[in-house]
């Protein structure tokens, strides 16, 4: 596809529901990022992919939180037992290793926790 | 630990105002410096990157220019489309290609 896209792009759960975040990274990028927003502050890095390898998951608030991008395209982030906490937009973003390894972001999936 | 610092947190400028957004940065080596844009409900977008001291790159009314310690982007007589989120981020050397970001400068140009 022309970017980066995400689904759902509005998702409401209830405290101790799971839900799962889809990314489509753009079309040949090795390179996919995942990022929380919260409401004022600028995105934080959650885990990083190279291909399906997770290279980095450092920033993984908690064992709740587990991402996976088993063929190297497609990527879900998936949080477990959710908190009022995790409510944030998370975003997605993703780059070529070639030239600039600029990140092109999503337009996020917006969480709120009731 | 790398750290992104913005100022001002939110800046109201007049049509036609020229301004400067700051982002100082502390980096165990620098890769790149990254400036994004982002409107309300949607995710940033990327404006430029910046790789050296003493670069500078433009585009229609913005200019960023990085030092050793800090960036800066100059909006040159602004509209009320400019208006947005503008967040900085760096790319440091060390680790992964994760960008650390800045809380962002929020700007509002009025009519």
């Known amino acids: 596809g022309a970017g980066v896209s995400q689904s759902p792009r509005y998702k409401v759960a209830k405290r101790g529901q799971d839900v799962a975040l889809r990314c489509d990274p753009i079309?040949?990028?090795?390179?996919l990022f995942w990022y929380q927003q919260a409401l004022g502050q600028g995105p934080e890095f959650l885990t990083y992919f190279q291909n399906e390898a997770q290279l980095d998951k450092s920033g993984l608030p908690s064992d709740r939180f587990f991402a996976e991008r088993p063929e190297g395209s497609v990527s879900t982030l998936k949080i477990q037992r959710t908190q009022q906490e995790d409510s944030a937009v998370y975003l997605c973003?993703?780059?070529?290793?070639?030239?600039?390894?600029?990140?092109?972001f999503g337009p996020g999936t917006r969480l709120l926790v009731l | 630990e790398d750290q992104v610092t913005q100022s001002p947190e939110a800046l109201r400028l007049q049509e036609g105002e020229s301004s400067s957004l700051n982002c100082s940065y502390t980096v165990s080596g620098l890769r790149g410096l990254f400036w994004y844009r982002q409107d309300p409900g949607k995710g940033p977008e990327f404006l430029f990157t910046l790789y050296s001291a003493g670069e500078e790159k433009e585009k229609e009314r913005l200019k960023a220019t990085l030092t050793k310690k800090e960036s800066f982007l100059h909006i040159t007589a602004p509209k009320p489309e400019d208006s947005a989120t503008y967040l900085c981020?760096?790319?440091?050397?060390?680790?992964?290609?994760?960008?650390?970001f800045g809380k962002g400068t929020m700007l509002l140009v009025s009519p």
């Open positions: 079309s040949g990028h090795v390179s």
């Open positions: 973003a993703s780059s070529s290793p070639r030239g600039t390894e600029t990140q092109y």
């Open positions: 981020a760096v790319h440091a050397n060390s680790g992964y290609s994760t960008l650390t």
